[in-house]
């Protein structure tokens, strides 16, 4: 069964950027679309961003249009990328990596089976 693996996060300063990567590993995956949430503390886990498996189609919360942008190597169960610039103070939580029930990328946490353990990103004043 495969396991999804998230690194990258750390403590930034609002204004700079951090790489998220997620890598499966322990099997594979099938050819599904692969999204990112967060969760802040006190609030609900909520979608960032998502991709399709062949990276050819994305879809974006409204809150991080035009700042993150995700990414994917072009390989089933290659690596998935969120690049975060023009951090916010709003932008702190535990991020996820987490792979889909379909082709399609989809905002929606239940429409996706298999998730990481989380890596915080912390952005300070």
């Known amino acids: 069964q495969a396991q999804l693996v998230e690194s990258g996060g750390g403590v930034v300063q609002a204004g700079g950027s951090l790489r998220l990567s997620c890598a499966a590993s322990?099997?594979?995956?099938?050819?599904?679309?692969m999204g990112w949430f967060r969760q802040a503390p006190g609030k609900e886990r909520e979608f960032v961003a998502a991709?399709?498996?062949?990276?050819?189609?994305?879809?974006y919360a409204d809150s991080v249009k035009g700042r993150f942008t995700i990414s994917r190597d072009n390989v089933v169960s290659g690596p998935v990328y969120l690049q975060m610039n023009s951090l916010k103070l709003e932008d702190t939580a535990v991020y996820y990596c987490?792979?889909?029930?379909?082709?399609?990328?989809?905002?929606?946490?239940?429409?996706?089976?298999?998730w990481g353990q989380g890596t915080q990103v912390t952005v300070s004043s």
């Open positions: 987490a792979a889909g029930n379909g082709f399609n990328p989809d905002p929606q946490v239940t429409n996706y089976s298999y």
């Open positions: 322990g099997g594979t995956l099938r050819r599904v679309a």
């Open positions: 991709i399709t498996w062949t990276g050819g189609s994305k879809l």
